[in-house]
């Protein structure tokens, strides 16, 4: 069974930065893995993302260049260095896995519906 755990969240003044991890269990392998976020009553909003066989990131336009998404070399912890922040990053954050690549999807990734494994979700709050 598949298990998602997210962790490293916490509360920061604008400008700051966090890194958040998800650790990836029960699965050999995934084709893509990515980040998504939600604040209370809307749907979880798609951040990065990132090709499992050759580590291509993708990233929505409203965090390029101050996110950025990583992996480790056993590829079980997919990291999220979030710098830069604003109050509008405020969210739970959650990562999630998928059989396919970010690229089959052709831009469709970023659909929430497309994905049903989650894990958790670590708090991310953003001060002014």
């Known amino acids: 069974q598949v298990q998602l755990v997210e962790s490293g969240g916490g509360s920061v003044q604008a400008g700051g930065s966090l890194t958040l991890t998800c650790e990836v269990s029960?699965?050999?392998?995934?084709?893509?893995i990515g980040w998504f976020r939600q604040v209370p009553g809307k749907n979880r909003e798609g951040v990065a993302a990132?090709?499992?066989?050759?580590?291509?990131?993708y990233y929505r336009d409203f965090v390029r260049g101050r996110f950025s998404i990583s992996r480790d070399s056993g590829k079980n912890k997919v990291y999220l260095r979030m710098s830069d922040l604003r109050p509008e990053d405020t969210a739970v954050y959650y990562c999630t896995t998928a059989a396919h690549p970010v690229s089959a999807y052709r831009g469709r990734w970023w659909d929430d519906w497309q994905h049903t494994n989650w894990g958790q979700g670590t708090q991310v709050t953003v001060s002014s």
């Open positions: 029960g699965l050999k392998r995934y084709r893509g």
């Open positions: 990132m090709d499992g066989s050759d580590g291509t990131p």
